[in-house]
Antibody, heavy 121, light 108 residues
Framework: EVQLVQSGAEVKKPGESLKISCKGS????????IGWVRQMPGKGLEWMGI????????RYSPSFQGQVTISADKSISTAYLQWSSLKASDTAMYFC??????????????WGQGTLVTVSS | SYVLTQPPSVSVAPGKTARITCGGN??????VHWYQQKPGQAPILVIY???DRPSGIPERFSGSNSGNTATLAISRVEAGDEADYYC???????????FGGGTKLTVL
């Protein structure tokens, strides 16, 4: 069974750093891209970026380029999303999701349960 | 960048058919995927490649795509179908993963 299990909720202060994780199981982790999606309170889904754990090839949405860093450790089947200096506006639920494809079209077929990040002084 | 437009809300009586639209410029030339998100839960894929259903998704869920509008149809609507629904396409641009703003389905 394919599973993506994310790390637990975080409460941080502005300016602090943070790294959240997403561990994949039930499939060959290195052969599927893993994306990160933000959902701010009461809002919709926003794609942040995506990584291929096999070689750590990473792409970012222009909206998030320079704001976050996506990485992966294939030895432990885990992808990461990190911030060096959090802002209150980073308060959101963050989902990881596995990219699948069908005839050259891409979608997310499995999702993690989400990690709630709260940034408040 | 490419834009997808969904109605903020759709209401339907139990047992009827709900139709949720997703508009985009010549969206019929792209593949549209749909996600269901219930309160406090992660999204799940309900339709991919316009009209295919992942295993485990009821046949009541169907999709179509033509011209400037894609549609998710849910027949014989049940209370458990109440959720937010998001359409998504992949666009070959610098910001390729595009989601619609979401539609809240209310079962009356």
């Amino acid at each position: 069974e394919v599973q993506l299990v994310q790390s637990g909720a975080e409460v941080k202060k502005p300016g602090e750093s943070l790294k959240i994780s997403c561990k994949g199981s039930g499939y060959v982790f290195t052969t599927y891209w893993i994306g990160w999606v933000r959902q701010m309170p009461g809002k919709g889904l926003e794609w942040m970026g995506i990584i291929y754990p096999g070689d750590s090839d990473t792409r970012y949405s222009p909206s998030f380029q320079g704001q976050v860093t996506i990485s992966a450790d294939k030895s432990i089947s885990t992808a990461y999303l990190q911030w060096s200096s959090l802002k209150a506006s980073d308060t959101a639920m963050y989902f990881c999701a596995r990219r699948s494809s069908y005839e050259g079209e891409y979608y997310f077929d499995y999702w993690g349960q989400g990690t709630l990040v709260t940034v408040s002084s | 960048s490419y834009v997808l437009t969904q109605p903020p809300s759709v209401s339907v009586a139990p047992g009827k058919t709900a139709r949720i639209t997703c508009g985009g410029n010549n969206i019929g030339s792209k593949s549209v995927h749909w996600y269901q998100q219930k309160p406090g839960q992660a999204p799940i894929l309900v339709i991919y490649y316009d009209s295919d259903r992942p295993s485990g998704i009821p046949e009541r869920f169907s999709g179509s795509n033509s011209g400037n509008t894609a549609t998710l149809a849910i027949s014989r609507v049940e209370a458990g179908d109440e959720a937010d629904y998001y359409c998504q396409v992949w666009d070959s641009s610098s910001d390729p993963w595009v989601f619609g703003g979401g539609t809240k389905l209310t079962v009356l």
